[in-house]
């Protein structure tokens, strides 16, 4: 496995790899749900990228940012054991020049939910995840369900600015208890972590009531906030059932058509954590996921 630490390593190493190369951005910590995309973008391609960079510019929690895990010697010993090719792990002075001043803005996307919580987070994802394909010259690259409003700014992005690289998107990696693997999952306390299982149960619970033909949408949000509630730790920040398309609020029946989307913000303690289901819940597969939140040329 080659490291490059520098823009010129880079593109010294890239060209060893050829021409059907899989990326896949992480900014460390890493854990299954980092694994399961290496070990996608192996399949699909004859080499794999990944890069770690811990995008300053993307916090909007200095305490978060604080927070995250810094253990490069333990990710580049995770990513060896998958057989990652090259790994692109540069500082943030090397990807941000003291002049720099271009941002790339989704403008509705990236101020709702999510957006909308963390101001400025998703320009900062939309720049960093364009320099970093504009950098690496992948014919594919491999994002998570779980980041799904982000995955949505990525494909929007890729589609507008006509970036030549084939989005695919997995779904979401979760513990035997059903919670998403996270890196802020680490900063959870043992009940805490007890607590947080409840956001799979109320994800669990609004698609069991969609498969019993519950399309009020109302309904099916009354019913993510109720699962979530009986939990006493758990602060909901938003809990909606959207639309896929739009991330906009659905309101009324669901139409069969409609791709609908649960999605869940919340916080225990001092951890804030997200997730997200697609309903019907059969959706939730790799082919269903790349088909509808994919960009493919
Ligand atoms: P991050 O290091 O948090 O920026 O995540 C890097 C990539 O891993 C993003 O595309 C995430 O959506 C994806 N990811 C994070 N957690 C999971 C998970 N539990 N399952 C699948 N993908 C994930």
Not at 31 to 38: D, S, V, W
Request: hydrophobic residues 40%.
């Amino acid at each position: 496995m080659q490291i490059a630490r520098t823009i010129t390593e880079l593109h010294e190493f890239r060209p060893q790899l050829g021409c059907n190369v899989g990326l896949v951005p992480t900014m460390g910590g890493l854990h299954e749900g980092h694994l399961a995309l290496i070990r996608a973008a192996h399949e699909d391609n004859d080499a794999v990228l990944a890069t770690i960079f811990l995008n300053p510019r993307q916090f909007t929690d200095d305490k978060d940012f604080a927070a995250y895990p810094r253990d490069l010697e333990r990710d580049l010993t995770l990513l060896e054991d998958e057989a990652v090719d090259l790994v692109f792990t540069p500082k943030a002075n090397e990807i941000y020049s003291r002049d720099f001043q271009t941002e790339v803005n989704v403008t509705d996307l990236s101020h709702k939910w999510e957006g909308s919580a963390r101001p400025g987070h998703f320009q900062s994802v939309a720049t960093i995840v364009t320099i970093l394909l504009n950098l690496t010259q992948t014919q594919r690259a491999y994002f998570g369900q779980k980041d799904v409003q982000q995955v949505a700014v990525i494909r929007r992005l890729v589609q507008d600015l006509r970036i030549p690289v084939k989005t695919l998107v997995l779904p979401t990696v979760r513990a035997n208890d059903g919670l998403a693997h996270s890196t802020r999952n680490d900063h959870l306390n043992e009940d805490e972590r007890i607590a947080a299982t409840g956001i799979f149960r109320a994800l669990r619970k609004v698609s069991s009531d969609y498969d019993t033909n519950i399309r009020d949408a109302s309904s099916l949000r009354e019913s993510l906030w109720d699962s979530l509630r009986e939990n006493r730790s758990i602060r909901v920040d938003y809990a909606e059932i959207v639309d896929l398309e739009n991330f906009c609020r659905i309101q009324g029946e669901l139409a069969n058509t409609d791709t609908a989307l649960a999605i869940v913000a919340i916080r225990i303690g001092d951890v804030r954590l997200i997730d997200n289901m697609l309903l019907p819940s059969y959706r939730n597969n790799r082919s269903d996921l790349s088909a509808l939140l994919g960009v493919s040329l």
